[in-house]
Structures are given as structure tokens and as C-alpha cells.
């Protein structure tokens, strides 16, 4: 997208416009903090995943639907007041002008342009490339700086396409008819994403998924998400048709279900995980997976790097995940980059990161 650029004499300093505490990026000339992990006064928040939003702001500008996920999950009372960020239109807090842009993460996620005096930081929050059923793409803008994550920043991390992940799934259904198939994905983004794939690919059965994903996936269903028939694994009455009742379905569930005693109830179940690192083959088979599917909604080793030449910034900082090796390749083309060393942001594809907490207390 393109955003009219002021050019006046003087020009601030980037390191003066965004600031890494304790807290989170600290904007001191509209004092306002980007996704903080601690309560502060006014807070940006670039998507509903817990690590990055929380509760207890005294207020909050986002997406319109990042603050309708906020309240699913904290309650209404999750700020004092919050603000609606239209997507393109920038608000203006003291001499500092924010606007957010799609980031293709997951339903509302944004990326925030920080722009005052000629001066340009795109943070970019959580991101992905590859197309998703479920969200807004993403949208490079030009800037003078692009803050990134780097969740999987190595380069053993290239994901395969999404759609024949799910081929496979659906390909060890048909082996498998008997056998129920259990599929562990974060709640918000990623479970919704997999079930439009399932229903992309022409699969047209029920799907059932755990009572914790029943309000978020509402909250998709609600805003135009294609995912067909979803059922709530507890309405239906195992008791009165036996166990085989899940015999040959699909069952999306929290990853932190997998282990539990909560998929032991199934019938000899296919055990699946949708998550970027299941390319790991150790990790798949240290958590019990059977099947592992690599579906990511972060960007991967490649996507980073497409990511950072097409915005153009001539210095780059990375805020969580493999920065040093982003870091590492960005001096091996030239452009200046630094780690930012945010701490309290977790991955939510990973059962026992940070966010997968509420998952699990929700059953
Ligand atoms: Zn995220
Ligand atoms: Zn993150």
C-alpha cells in the first residue's frame, strides 16, 4: 500500500521514536506502548494472541476484530476504553501518526506503521506470507525501518504449501476409516485455518472440535469464514451410540489436548499436530505425534527474507524468535539490523508456550 511520505528538514531519530522496556516498544512522543506484556496506560495491540494481547490496559486502539477477540477471551471488561482501528486510516497521538495494515497472521492482525517527521517503523507483529482462507493477506509497506519477528528464522524452517499438509490429513482419513483423527491447533487463527483448508480440499463431513476453540470459531463463522458443518465434540452423546462415535472423523482440539486424557477417550486415535515446528521430526515425536502436519502462521526462513527486501528498510530489528540468525543474514546483504530482545512473547503453535494456558483451562 502506499501512504504520502512528509519530508521536513528534521528528521527524528529512530531510536527515539520506538524504544524496547521491559514493558514492550514504547513510543515516548504519544506515549503509547505496541503490544506490552505489562498493564500500561494506552496500549497498541497488532493481534488477539495472548502473547501479545493481554488484559488490564487502560486503554486499547486495535482492529475491530482483535478487540472483539480480546473481549471473547478476557471478558468486556479486558480495558478501560478501546479504540477501533480502521485498516488505511492513520490516527494521530501527539506529532506521531499510526495506522494498521494487514499482517495475515491470524483474523484482525495488523501490522502498525509508525510514521512522524519524514521518519517511517513498520511493526510488523506476528506475520505470514502464504495465503489464508481466513484473514486479510499481508501488505508490505515501504519504510525506513521493519521490525520483525523471527519465530522461525533459521533456515531448516521452509514450510511446504498448507493445502497438501492438509492432503495428507485427509489422505490418512481414507487409509484409516476406522480411526479417529485428533488434530492439535492454537485455538485462534490456526484451528479456523485448517478447517477452511479440510473444506477447501472437498471434504464435507462434520468437523468436531473441543469446547475451547467453540467461541473463537463462532467469532470466524460470524465473519464470513467458509468452514461448514463444526460440532462441539461435548454435545454429542457419546453414551448413546457407543464409543466408535468418532470412528473415521476429524477432531480439531488445543494442542495441549493431544497428551491429555481428554483424547484418550477416542478410539484408536491418529494423533496430528498443525504447527511450523513439526518440521522438527524430534518434536513430533517427543509430543506423541503420529501425524505431523508443518502448517505455520508465521513466516518462514524464506518469507522473512522476501519480507524484508520488499519493504525497502535499510535497517532492520527483530523482536522474538531466531533473531541472531535473522540478524546474522541481514549483515551478509548489507543492511544494518539488530535484535530488540523483547522478552514475554512465546509461540503459540507450541502446547506449552505462553497463550496455550486459557486452551487448556477452557476444556
Ligand atoms: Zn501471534
Ligand atoms: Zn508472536
Known sequence: MTLARPRPAQMMRPSDLLI???AGLWCPPADIY???????????????????????????LATRATLAIMALRYGEGFTGQRQEAVPGEAIRIGDVDFSFVPAGHVLGSAQIVVETAGL??????DYKRERDPTCAGFEPVRCDIFITEATFGLPVFRHPPAHSEVGKLLE??????????IVGAYSLGKAQRVMALIREAGYERPLYI??????LTEFYLSEGAVLGDVRKVAT???????RKTFGGEIVICPPSA???????KFPDPVTSFASGWMRIRARARQKGVELPLIISDHADWDDLQATIRETGAGEIWVTHGEAE???????TVGLKAKPLHLVGYGDEGEADAAGEGDDAAAV
Open 20 to 22: 524496547p522496556t521491559p
Open 34 to 60: 505496541i503490544d506490552p506484556v505489562q498493564p500500561v496506560a494506552r496500549a497498541l495491540i497488532t493481534h488477539g494472541h495472548s502473547d501479545h494481547a493481554r488484559a488490564g490496559h487502560g486503554a486499547v
Open 120 to 125: 517511517r517503523i513498520v511493526v510488523s507483529g
Open 172 to 181: 490418512s482419513v481414507r487409509v484409516f476409516p476406522e480411526r479417529t483423527h
Open 210 to 215: 473441543h469446547g475451547a476453540m467453540e467461541k
Open 236 to 242: 454429542v452423546d457419546r453414551k448413546a451410540v457407543g
Open 258 to 264: 493431544i497428551q491429555d486424557l481428554w483424547a484418550r
Open 325 to 331: 540468525a535473522l540478524v546474522h543474514w541481514c549483515g
